[in-house]
């Protein structure tokens, strides 16, 4: 009994340990695969920079080198600004909630419009008369309640 209890429980122990040992080299497998790609990107940039050696690729070259330069740039930005990304959150948000108040002062000028293409002139100018006389009495009301 006391065997049989050991037996399994080393079978599950390796089996646990066979599966640790399959991630541990699907990780190392996906990390060495990665580090080849950057290597394989950056010969490719190396090999970008032979054009310097030539005449006719003198525009490629000062093209690079700009490049180059303006990631440098962006890097030391990086660096001296550490709240960047918080001032990109910032400028998407101000910007979101800016086209959205143009949206709907668009959608309220179109509304009034079409409102005003589907009213008569008659009907108007009745509503016109209407208001005006219900700001009358409102202001009547309001002169009245001072009054008190």
């Known amino acids: 009994m006391y065997y049989r209890n050991f037996i399994i429980t080393s079978i599950e122990a390796e089996r646990i340990l066979a599966m640790k040992f399959d991630e541990a080299f699907a990780g190392v497998k ?26 006719n690729y003198q525009g490629v070259c000062s093209k690079l080198k700009q490049e180059d330069t303006r990631f440098i740039a962006g ?33 309220n000028i179109r509304n009034e419009k079409e409102k005003d293409d589907i009213i008569p002139k008659d009907k108007k100018k009745k509503q016109k008369k209407k208001e005006e006389k219900e700001q009358l009495d409102v202001s009547s009301l309001l002169k009245n309640k001072k009054k008190w």
């Open 75 to 107: 890097l030391a930005q990086l660096v001296k600004s550490r709240d960047i990304i918080f001032q990109m959150i910032k400028i998407y948000i101000e910007t979101n909630f800016q086209n959205k108040k143009e949206e709907k002062e668009y959608t």
């Open 30 to 55: 996906k990390n060495v695969i990665d580090t080849l790609n950057q290597m394989g990107n950056g010969i490719t940039r190396a090999s970008y920079y032979t054009s310097c050696l030539m005449d």
